[in-house]
């Protein structure tokens, strides 16, 4: 039977979405059995005891409902983590809050902050769910772009993309799809704008420990006057390498993170405990294993990055992420990525994608977390430039 039409009672914001991009090229490497570079995922299992942990709570613990701000133990090494990088003074019992995954904590957080009209500074590209988040919020992005090789943005066009009616600043450092690491003199003009108003920020910084180079992360949530207003959003499954247990875990001052649990409550209430014990005893480990993950995907950028430019691709600067770009026409890279799937057994994704308006810059986003061996067979699938 034919799918009946679309409800004209949908929400204009959900009703004009297409499915996202990653889901449609991972299903199209499916289909042609292609190498996927596309949506982000690592390709290896996670590291072993933080698997054995979730999997023991799960045989032995408990498993009904866990307390809808997440499990002490995992709050509680939250607190502990944001003092041992970062030297943040978190309390645990009022200032974190564990979620389904960054994207819930987001979109709880949108939820909760924004009335009808407010407007937030969001820079793209960007990831594929904030703005229509944010619209479904009842808010209004306001977006300012970064300007490639370094992704930078225009100081003035920051400050006036910032009105009376701004509520919130959203921002991704490591950021996806560019592979920019926000300066600190970026961070520092940030910091400035938001000085003495009532704008409050909401840092995306699922990819905290990769970051390459030698660079530090630097959360936002540091800068001086920023700690009252800021709330830093990680996912274990970035930091772990576990993308499918979708926990994440939010900090920030206890005014805002008991709003967010207020949209929280009514969104996923909780999420499941086994897999929270996992995540609460991998926030725990010896520090080397947090930097070896930053250390192990800058040899897998180099790798990779090298294998690009031999081919005569123009490769973008890859700061921090799993992920790096090359520069393709605007108007091409939708079609170039479905080419280099179909035709050459290699899923990426078009970087015009992570962009809500036009003019966008083209480029194509590889994933680089994957096995040495299945990178170079990659590039070995890929037409020269
Ligand atoms: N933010 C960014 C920038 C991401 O790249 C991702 C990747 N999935 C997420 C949020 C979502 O994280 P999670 O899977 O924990 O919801
Ligand atoms: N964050 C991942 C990426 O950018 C994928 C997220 C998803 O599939 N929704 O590729």
């Known amino acids: 039977m034919p799918d009946a039409a679309p409800s004209p009672a949908a929400h204009p914001v959900f009703a004009g979405q297409g499915t996202t991009i990653f889901e449609t090229m991972s299903r199209l490497a499916q289909a042609h059995g292609a190498i996927n570079l596309g949506q982000g995922f690592p390709d290896d299992p996670g590291a072993e005891d933080v698997r054995r942990a979730a999997a023991d709570?799960?045989?032995?613990?408990?498993?009904?409902?866990?307390?809808?701000?997440?499990?002490?133990?995992?709050?509680?090494?939250?607190?502990?983590?944001?003092?041992?990088?970062?030297?943040?003074?978190?309390?645990?019992?009022?200032?974190?809050?564990?979620?389904?995954?960054?994207?819930?904590?987001?979109?709880?957080?949108?939820?909760?902050?924004?009335?009808?009209?407010?407007?937030?500074?969001?820079?793209?590209?960007?990831?594929?769910?904030?703005?229509?988040?944010?619209?479904?919020?009842?808010?209004?992005?306001?977006?300012?772009?970064?300007?490639?090789p370094d992704w930078s943005f225009d100081v003035a066009e920051l400050r006036a993309a910032v009105t009376p009616r701004t509520r919130l600043i959203l921002l991704n450092t490591p950021h996806n799809p560019t592979a920019k690491v926000f300066s600190p003199e970026e961070l520092a003009e940030i910091a400035r704008l938001v000085d003495g108003t009532g704008i409050a920020v909401l840092c995306d910084e699922v990819y905290e420990h990769i970051t390459f180079d030698g660079r530090p992360h630097v959360p936002l949530m540091t800068l001086p006057g920023l700690r009252q207003r800021t709330v830093r959003v990680g996912s274990a499954g970035k930091t772990f390498s576990l993308t499918g247990w979708k926990v994440g875990y939010a900090s920030g001052p206890a005014g805002l993170i008991g709003l967010i649990a207020k949209a929280h409550q009514f969104l996923v209430f909780t999420t499941p405990p086994n897999l929270q014990a996992g995540v609460a005893y991998g926030l725990g480990k010896e520090t080397a294993f947090f930097t070896s993950l930053a250390d192990e995907m800058q040899r897998r950028r180099d790798r990779f990055v090298a294998g690009l430019a031999a081919r005569g691709y123009r490769v973008l600067p890859c700061a921090g992420t799993y992920f790096c770009a090359i520069d393709v026409s605007p108007d091409e890279d939708v079609a170039f990525c479905q080419r280099l799937t179909a035709e050459h057994g290699v899923a990426a994704i078009p970087l015009s994608a992570f962009y809500p308006e036009q003019p966008w810059h083209g480029g194509v986003r590889f994933c680089f977390a994957k096995a040495d061996a299945v990178l170079d067979a990659a590039l070995a699938r890929l037409p020269p430039a």
């Open 57 to 148: 709570a799960l045989m032995d613990g408990w498993n009904q409902y866990p307390p809808m701000m997440g499990l002490p133990a995992l709050r509680q090494a939250v607190a502990a983590h944001a003092q041992r990088f970062y030297g943040l003074e978190v309390d645990w019992a009022t200032q974190t809050i564990v979620g389904s995954g960054a994207t819930e904590l987001l979109a709880a957080a949108l939820l909760a902050l924004l009335n009808s009209g407010d407007e937030v500074v969001v820079f793209q590209p960007c990831y594929d769910a904030y703005v229509p988040m944010i619209r479904r919020a009842g808010g209004v992005p306001r977006l300012v772009t970064l300007r490639p």
